[in-house]
């Protein structure tokens, strides 16, 4: 009976890693410990996640939020690069949320590409706009948002896309690994360690450290993950604990609790201030300079 499964195993194994596209990066990890692939360039064939994506007829969110200073210094470039570079050939709504509809930038969209405004109010401390994100979004993702798309993407409006962000990434529910963290020893990880709070990794727990910036999947998955997250903050903030990186804490916690179904490698949202690296074939989303003297007040 064991040697059948072995057998099996050896089977599959060979099936599924002697495929050369898995080989196609022996110098970076492209599954996880539960059996999640984690994208790299040269993992995939563009083509079939493009003929696959059409062949389901998808509606594919991106979520934004613009409020206060980012949205005159960053949400232009990004809605311009992110219409060269996102999901292009697929159906696509934004929903960028800010204070100031009236201020959101006109930029042409391509055919089967929409755009919506939503209004949220200002926060007063930079801390509670990016950590009222999860609530906002939850609420979205039970409104037109969750009625209107099949999967949503939800990212920082502090980035621009500098090549193909397509079909690809689409899953269940998919995580971005943290370009500053993905080759740091667990212990190293920037989880948040007070026991006291609902985002607390025990040391030897947690995965991957995972990036708040790009987070995504299908709407039922995010809407498990927003509401999660956005009772976690309210925990916290009733017992006057806030997270050591916020909203990025929590969901660190959901993922270790609920793991993604796909993993993105570091190329999906790159910081150029980290150099050169020889795993780093195509980044496709640029973290812009931190100038948080600039936006922060
Ligand atoms: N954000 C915003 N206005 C603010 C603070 C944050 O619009 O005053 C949004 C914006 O989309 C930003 C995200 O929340 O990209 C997260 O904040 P930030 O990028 O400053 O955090 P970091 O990436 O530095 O952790
Ligand atoms: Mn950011």
């Known amino acids: 009976f064991w040697q ?7 089977l599959s194994g060979l099936l599924l890693y002697g495929l050369p596209i898995v080989r196609a990066r022996p110098d970076v990890l492209t599954c996880t410990s539960w059996g999640a692939p984690i994208i790299w360039d040269g993992t995939f064939d563009p083509a079939v996640a493009q003929q696959e994506a059409l062949q389901q007829n998808l509606t594919i969110g991106l979520t934004v939020f613009a409020v206060g200073r980012y ?36 930029v042409a969209l391509g055919p089967g590409r929409g755009l ?13 706009v ?21 999967f949503v993407f939800c990212m920082d409006v502090d980035q621009h896309f500098r090549s193909s962000f397509g079909p690809e990434a689409l899953a269940e529910s ?14 190293l990880l920037p989880y948040e360690r007070d026991a ?24 039922a998955a995010l809407r498990g993950l927003t509401g999660h997250c956005a009772r976690a903050l309210q925990r916290d903030r009733e017992r006057g604990l806030e997270a050591r990186w916020h909203d990025e804490s929590h969901l660190n916690k959901f993922f270790w609790l609920h793991k993604p179904a796909k993993v993105l490698s570091p190329e999906f949202c790159w ?14 989303l640029l973290w812009a300079p931190k100038e948080y003297a600039l936006v922060r007040d």
């Open 271 to 284: 910081s150029p201030d980290i150099g050169w690296r020889a795993e780093i074939r195509r980044p496709r």
């Open 130 to 150: 990016s950590m009222q994100r999860m609530r906002t979004l939850h609420e979205a993702l039970h409104g037109r948002l969750g009625r209107e798309a099949h």
């Open 174 to 187: 998919v995580a971005q690994l943290h370009a500053w963290h993905y080759h740091r020893p667990r212990w």
């Open 196 to 219: 006291r709070s609902a985002a607390a990794v025990a040391p030897g727990e947690g995965d991957f450290y995972y990036h708040a910036a790009v987070f995504g999947g299908s709407v």
């Open 71 to 106: 949205l005159e210094k960053y949400l232009a470039r990004f809605l311009e690069t992110a219409e060269q570079h996102f999901m292009v050939g697929q159906r696509v709504v934004y929903y960028v949320f800010t204070e100031l509809p009236a201020a959101v930038p006109r």
């Open 116 to 128: 919506r405004v939503e209004r949220v109010v200002r926060e007063r401390r930079w801390q509670d």
């Open 4 to 10: 059948l499964i072995l057998l099996g195993f050896g």
